[in-house]
């Protein structure tokens, strides 16, 4: 299990943009499980919608994403860079997320070589399909600061 200070050692995400609560499982290089509480007081729903709190899908995706970047960056040899969303592809959303939920992450490394590839990606809300699709993905170097 990876809790979110040392997600926070991997990822450079912070508040409001960091959406990877907990790492339940990983399978280095294969695969990895996580969550994301979904809480009403995320300065997104303000505007979407007002009244009618749902999760825009975009941030369901980037949830997918940083999950997949953990598993990319806790590799021996990605230790230290940046994980990169460069496309989500076939996404489909089956279920509004709302505060409160529970956002169940899962990817799964379907290739990846020279520092490029492609995940499958789900999350899952009480054994619910919310949204699945696919992401691809780049490792590069961090900026020098």
């Not at 505007?47 to 941030?59: A, D, E, K, N, T």
Request: proline share 6%; charged share 20%.
């Amino acid at each position: 299990m990876i809790d979110i200070v040392e997600i926070e050692k991997i990822l450079p995400h912070r508040y409001p943009f960091l959406l990877v609560d907990r790492v339940t499982e990983l399978e280095e290089g294969k695969r990895a499980v996580g969550i994301k509480n979904v809480t009403a007081n995320e300065p997104h729903f303000q505007g979407h919608f007002p009244g009618v709190p749902i999760m825009p899908g975009v941030l369901i995706i980037e949830s997918l994403a940083q999950l997949g970047a953990v598993l990319l960056l806790s590799m021996p040899e990605n230790k230290g860079k940046l994980g990169l969303l460069t496309g989500a592809n076939n996404f489909k959303f089956r279920k509004q997320v709302v505060p409160g939920d529970t956002l169940q992450l899962e990817v799964e490394l379907i290739v990846y070589r020279h520092g490029m590839g492609r995940a499958s990606a789900k999350a899952t809300v009480d054994g619910q399909m919310a949204a699945m699709g696919e992401i691809s993905f780049a490792v590069a170097d961090r900026p020098v600061e």
